[in-house]
């Protein structure tokens, strides 16, 4: 029997006051005009709070860009759905934080890009930092839950103590050390983002003294990024099996990246109803399940607990989407992985100044 | 700080009841937890204002049939294992 969709993602626009250099949305972009409307998408949060989605995650671009934010909360808290704001901060004032809050909100994951100021600025392509800094102290006091996210790469990486020592300055009950995942604008940047395989393995080193240190106190969750791992991720916890994410236009997908894969059809929620989407379309039956999957993933003991991983990125590194993920140590195109990270480990030095390369890096634009 | 009989076990911020009868769950930032009986019944008592001490005293009576000794290290290892995950503050 299909199960239902637990978490339903929500990029409710994607505009976005920052730049990221590895943001995950897609190189094409939805138009601040294609955008659903309030109506549509409080219907979407009605129809998965009846299929059985637990969490709906407003994320983006920058939800706070949507001036409905606080009335989608509440709307989706009426539903008895848990309501998560993934948010760079960035337009949060006291004022439109405390109606989030009485609207229902249950959880804000606020970003960080870097423990320093001028990294993280440039990172960010945009003078965000300080914003940050300024508005997490009235989260906190708030009480709402309150995760810190840090996406790590070859540029910040080696700051992981510091970011630690940041966070604690936050205090807030989870932080999230996120590696990069290769798609959308990292994937353009990836020769200067990928790290190298000492600084993976110190920051966890220096990761795992923190996790110990901070039980009870802060969670820390953080991952070995697939470039360097045996076994490959399982993406979304399995193609249409436990999430599903719907664009700014209401476009339904399976993962944040699933529009690079040819040849696949994507429904909206404008003509079909989320249930049919996710039972019946060709899309989400596409990789579900195991019919789909090749040698070595088909005889594998590891298939459902990861699924043969990442179908985007297979497409991406191997041009089949229908591949073993070639992180896979067991992959076929697991060459291919070696290959980038033989180069990348091969730079004497892991930073590559950003001031000297200026014209190296593509920033995240906004849509049209 | 561990687990103390005047402890006041509550979920902590973030995570609550959703759902009803059987699919009642505990969910939180990253998912859900559907918790089979005893679990069930030493979280569904976590509420801030019983103290461990009195969880722990309605449980036996529930479970009369256990070995109360066991009922308590049960409910505390259960607790601390749920406060690392952050999921229970006392």
């Known amino acids: 029997m299909l199960d239902a969709p637990l978490a339903l993602i929500a990029e409710i626009t994607h505009r976005c006051p920052l730049h990221c250099l590895y943001c995950s949305n897609p190189l094409q972009m939805v138009s601040p005009a294609s955008e659903l409307t309030t109506q549509e998408w409080e219907k979407v949060f009605e129809q998965g709070a009846k299929i059985g989605v637990l969490h709906v995650h407003l994320s983006g671009g920058e939800p706070l860009a949507r001036e409905d934010l606080t009335r989608l909360v509440s709307f989706a808290h009426g539903c008895d759905l848990y309501t998560n704001l993934i948010t760079s901060g960035i337009g949060l004032s006291e004022r439109r934080w405390d109606e989030v809050v009485a609207a229902g909100l249950d959880h804000i994951q606020l970003s960080f890009q870097d423990s320093r100021e001028a990294g993280a600025n440039w990172i960010a392509g945009a003078r965000a930092h300080a914003l940050k800094l300024g508005i997490a102290p009235m989260i906190r006091r708030s009480g709402v839950a309150f995760t810190v996210n840090i996406v790590v790469h070859r540029q910040n990486v080696d700051h992981v103590e510091e970011m630690i020592a940041l966070a604690e300055s936050l205090q807030p009950d989870r932080l999230e050390i996120a590696h990069v995942q290769y798609y959308g604008w990292a994937w353009k940047n990836i020769e200067g983002l990928l790290p190298s395989r000492t600084q993976v393995f110190e920051s966890m080193e220096k990761i795992g003294a923190a996790q110990k240190r901070l039980l009870g106190t802060i969670r820390i969750d953080a991952v070995v990024p697939d470039y360097y791992a045996r076994f490959p991720k399982a993406c979304m916890g399995g193609w249409g099996r436990r999430q599903l994410l719907i664009d700014p236009c209401g476009k339904v997908l399976p993962c944040h990246a699933a529009t690079v894969i040819p040849g696949l059809q994507f429904e909206n929620v404008r003509g079909h109803s989320l249930e049919w989407i996710w039972r019946e379309s060709e899309s989400f039956q596409k990789f579900r399940g195991e019919d789909w999957m090749p040698e070595p993933c088909r005889s594998c003991d590891r298939r459902t607990g990861d699924f043969g991983g990442c179908r985007c990125q297979a497409f991406m590194i191997t041009g089949d989407a229908a591949s073993t993920d070639p992180v896979c140590s067991l992959a076929p195109a697991h060459g291919l992985i070696e290959q980038q990270l033989s180069r990348v480990n091969s730079i004497a ?14 920033y995240r634009s906004q849509p049209k | 700080m561990p687990l103390e009989n005047t402890s006041r076990p509550r979920l902590a911020a973030g995570c609550r009841w959703a759902g009803e009868g059987e699919n009642r769950m505990v969910v939180f930032p990253e998912g859900a937890l559907r918790l089979q009986d005893t679990a069930r019944a030493v979280l569904e008592r976590c509420d801030g204002h019983r103290t461990f001490e009195q969880i722990v005293q309605e ?32």
């Open chain 1, 349 to 362: 030095s892991p930073h590559k100044p950003a001031t000297e390369q200026e014209e190296f890096w593509v």
């Open chain 2, 59 to 90: 449980l036996e009576a529930t479970y009369s049939a256990s070995d109360p000794v066991k009922i308590r290290q049960d409910a505390v290892a259960f607790l601390e294992r749920l406060r690392q995950k952050r999921l229970v503050d006392f």
